[in-house]
């Protein structure tokens, strides 16, 4: 298997713009993660996802932030407009189910807003 | 409110030392703990793992202890290698089924 995908590995953008992140989890987990990354907070949860179902977004910072998963094979993660304090790194997981707490990570998404 | 907090920012120690990486809880509902590596510009991977019924885990070189009336878990690793530098993070479940909460990391250096 692939692993968990993410793209794009690096977002440069300036501010106001608008950002969308990518995700693919692998095949056959039913729970999907988004979190962010950074020095203050650490790894921080905003939303995840069970059989393509929002469960929980109460870490999602803003109404700036949103998310999707249309399908069991992808999920997005849209910044609009950006600012400069959502520079992170943006992390997917994906998980099993199953009574399975295991979460399989993909590479993460470096933002930079200017 | 940070339910899971690793104290330690960063630990130095030398190879074929003992590292021990600490992890406090705050919230009672945690019954499950998880301990990943994250290595620059990866994602996190699973380490070691260990259910609130068991007091300790070992997986060769590491090993996860829990105190629950302390609401303390730790990881060792011995001996330590360079390759395991690293930042490590803690991870607790049990609250929400399938969501974990992440303490903000302990970076290890293992110097040669």
């Known amino acids: 298997d692939a692993g968990v995908i993410q793209s794009p590995r690096h977002e440069v953008t300036e501010m106001g713009q608008e950002v969308t992140l990518r995700c693919k989890p692998i095949s056959g987990h039913d729970y999907l993660f988004w979190y962010r990354q950074t020095m203050m907070r650490g790894l921080e949860l905003l939303i995840y996802?069970?059989?393509?179902?929002?469960?929980?977004d109460s870490g999602m910072p803003e109404d700036r932030f949103s998310a999707k998963m249309p399908n069991a094979s992808f999920s997005t993660l849209k910044i609009q407009p950006s600012e400069p304090r959502d520079s992170a790194v943006y992390f997917c997981?994906?998980?099993?189910?199953?009574?399975?707490?295991?979460?399989?990570f993909g590479p993460g998404t470096r933002l930079t807003v200017t | 409110d940070q339910q899971v907090k690793q104290n330690s920012p960063s630990l130095s120690v030398q190879e074929g030392r003992i590292s021990i990486l600490n992890c406090d809880y705050t919230n009672s509902m945690f019954d499950y703990f998880l301990w990943y590596k994250k290595y620059p510009a990866e994602g996190p991977t699973f380490l070691i793992s260990i259910s609130s019924i068991k007091d300790k885990n070992e997986d060769g070189r590491f090993t996860v202890f829990l105190n629950k009336s302390a609401k303390h878990l730790s990881l060792h690793i011995v001996p330590s290698q360079p390759g395991d530098s690293a930042v490590y993070f803690c991870a607790a479940g049990g609250t929400s089924y399938g969501k974990l909460t992440f303490g903000q990391g302990t970076i290890l250096t293992v110097h040669p």
């Open positions: 997981a994906s998980n099993l189910g199953h009574k399975s707490y295991e979460q399989y």
């Open positions: 996802f069970n059989n393509n179902v929002p469960i929980d």
